[in-house]
């Protein structure tokens, strides 16, 4: 059962990440679904409803993570933790070239892969805002 997220709480994680999820970086006012409060390690793990394990996720990176902690590096094979937005900085494991989100580390290439950051659809959403000049946000 989903624990309830006070309004509070969604305002503090949605002011956090200023309204861009957490791992494709699109702008919930550009997205077709409204942003998501994420449990960065999922409830059924133990993770807890606090502002340490939230991010604000889009529908589709929440939707292809669901409750994963982990995945395989797709170059080695080896487990490897997914990329946590609390505890890991953006820009060490992705780079943005044009509206392809390349992976730098075996955590981003996982998290590339689960969450299809680079899936057709997605690189044809971002390839329009980055034309329209909302992606990424403009600050
Ligand atoms: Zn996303």
Redesign the pocket.
């Known amino acids: 059962m989903k624990k309830y997220i006070s309004v509070e709480l969604r305002r503090f994680v949605f002011d956090r990440a200023k309204g861009q ?1 957490e ?2 970086l ?1 702008h919930d006012d550009d997205g077709l679904w409204p942003h998501e409060i994420d449990h960065i390690y999922a409830e059924k793990h133990g993770g807890e409803t606090i502002e340490s394990n939230l991010c604000l ?2 529908d ?2 929440n939707r292809y993570k669901g409750s994963d902690l982990a995945s395989l590096d797709p170059e080695s094979s080896e487990p490897v933790f997914l990329f946590h937005p609390r505890r890991d900085v953006w820009s060490d494991h992705f780079r943005l070239n044009d509206s392809i989100i390349e992976p730098l580390t075996p955590k981003g290439r996982a998290t590339d892969r689960l969450l299809k950051l680079n899936l057709q659809e997605r690189l044809d959403e971002r390839t329009i805002l980055i034309e329209i000049g909302r992606y990424p946000t403009p600050s």
Request: aromatic share 12%; proline share 0%.
């Open positions: 999820c791992y494709c699109i996720s889009c589709a990176c």
